[in-house]
């Protein structure tokens, strides 16, 4: 099994959008059983909340449910249980390996990274119009397809 967490700031907006893009994405694929997805926020200012409501009407309009994921906070264990955990932006890559111990330094990413857009980061859309938050949702979609078709290649043993 490999396990995937998206991280953000706030776990209400970029990361849970990713979460549940990414959860249709690898049921769309028949990789349910064999790939994990959660997400955390680098704060756990908003713990316990479901997503921005911004998020999950832009979500809900392209077919995405966000409304199962409840805000969490990144934790130490995370870097041990996850493959794969994946920063929207600088700002929460840097926040992240501060916290990261040694060993699992490799896992800790950008999102984008395995994508060939030209964005390096999801934008935070929190204090922004609607177009943030359609921006995000467009950037998730193809940073979502591109991270599978990563983990399909990269990680195809543990697939089987
Ligand atoms: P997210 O967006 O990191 O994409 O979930 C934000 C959510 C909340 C805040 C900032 C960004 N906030 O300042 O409360």
Sequence with gaps: ?????????????????????????????????????????TSGWHKGAEPDGRSMAEASRLGYDLSFIRSRQVSISDFEEFDYVLAMDESNLGDLLDICPPDYRHKVQLFLSFSDVSEREVPDPYYGGAQGFTEVLSLVEKGGVSLLEHIKHHDRSELR
Excluded: K
């Design 1 to 41: 099994m490999i396990q995937v967490l998206f991280v953000c700031l706030g776990n209400i907006c970029r990361s849970p959008t990713a979460h549940g893009v990414f959860v249709h994405l690898v049921e769309q694929a028949g990789l349910s059983g064999q790939i994990g997805v959660d997400s955390a926020g």
